[in-house]
């Protein structure tokens, strides 16, 4: 089968594997129907995530039918429709007991698809503790709708739930890419006052005014400016930073009012500095770390609702064969990118 391939640092390559098999009686086997490209795919590529693997097949954003399932699978099974979570978890140790599945003790814990072991930019996937990492989809949502779920929507819903949004608040979303757009389409289910989405890129604030024009739209020049005379104490109540620079890292603690709460979703390529001398006296609580996938049962049913529909950022498709055409595009936000799926 078709897998597109960590090879070494900066080369990934279609190349051709075995089908995966059942290793465990907790496995599944997917068939993927559409998978799509991650900005940590890219963060991969260029050597931001020392635990990647070389040689394993990249990709954590997938849909799929399920294939084959171990004897110990109960919640899926054989023909299910399914979302794939981009994380591993037990579901049993202290952590996934506690919604932290991110940190699940297992030893394939956390994110190993497309990482430490083979992913879904492929026709088929082997899912360890399928019964914690599948989500069968509703009949009435389609693959294009169901997409995110595992991944990056999952990131905007968590960064929510855990920004303890209120409805006087006001918010601000740093980075209007993928993740800060499904993170937009979460804090919007909280009703605060008011959301800001600060974005550089001009297609992409367009896009957001175009699609969300309730939302306010600013650019880094005038963020602050604006922030602080849209808000009732001096800057934001809550600040999401989803863009992951260094200068969108000081943005987010600087145009947070005091006390406030800053919510760092990003991925950085480097370590970041906190000037604890400019800060001082603001209280801010920083909260971090990367996603904890445990809520997509209710993002399906939520979509189903009609309630999230992400369907808009799929901006392109392309078949599996030409998926390095795909990674040109997306890399380099060529033809007004926002998403790409793929299909078999």
């Not at 389409?185 to 005014?209: A, S």
């Not at 795909?326 to 060529?334: D, G, H, R």
């Amino acid at each position: 089968m078709l897998t597109y391939t960590y090879k070494e640092h900066g080369k990934f390559e279609l190349i051709e594997k075995e089908k995966p098999q059942i290793l465990d009686s907790k496995d599944a086997i997917i068939k993927v129907t559409m998978s799509s490209i991650c900005t940590s795919d890219l963060h991969i590529k260029h050597g931001s995530v020392p635990k990647a693997v070389k040689g394993i097949t990249v990709g954590h954003e997938m849909v799929g039918i399920v294939e084959a399932i171990g004897s110990d699978v109960k919640n899926v099974k054989v023909g299910d429709r399914v979302t794939v979570n981009v994380e591993t978890f037990c579901g049993k140790c202290f952590f996934c007991k506690n919604g932290y599945v991110n940190n699940c003790t297992d030893k394939n814990g956390g994110w190993a698809l497309g990482c430490r072991i083979d992913g879904g930019q492929t026709e088929y996937v082997r899912v360890p503790y399928a019964d914690q990492g599948l989500n069968v989809i509703p009949k009435t949502v389609t693959d294009e709708q169901a997409l995110f779920v595992g991944d990056v929507l999952a990131t905007g819903f968590w960064a929510t739930r855990i920004s303890e949004i209120k409805k006087e608040d006001t918010v601000l979303i740093i980075g209007a890419g993928p993740t800060g757009l499904c993170t937009l389409l979460c804090v919007m289910l909280k009703n605060p006052n008011k959301i800001i989405v600060c974005e550089k890129d001009e297609t992409r604030r367009n896009f957001v005014k175009s699609h969300y024009p309730q939302v306010i739209v600013v650019e880094p020049e005038n963020c602050k400016e604006i922030v602080e005379k849209e808000s009732e104490h001096g800057g934001a109540d809550v600040v999401l930073e989803v863009a992951g620079t260094e200068e969108t890292f000081q943005m987010a603690w600087d145009c947070a009012r005091p006390n406030a709460i800053v919510t760092i979703v990003a991925l950085y390529d480097k370590p970041m500095i906190l000037p604890l001398p400019d800060m001082y006296g603001k209280n801010l609580i920083f909260k971090t770390g990367g996603v904890d996938g445990c809520d997509c049962e209710e993002i399906l049913s939520l979509i189903s609702q009609g309630k999230i529909d992400t369907t808009p950022l799929i901006t392109h498709k392309f078949k599996l064969k030409d998926i390095e055409k795909a990674y040109e595009i997306f890399e380099n936000k060529l033809e007004n990118v926002i998403k790409i799926a793929i299909t078999a």
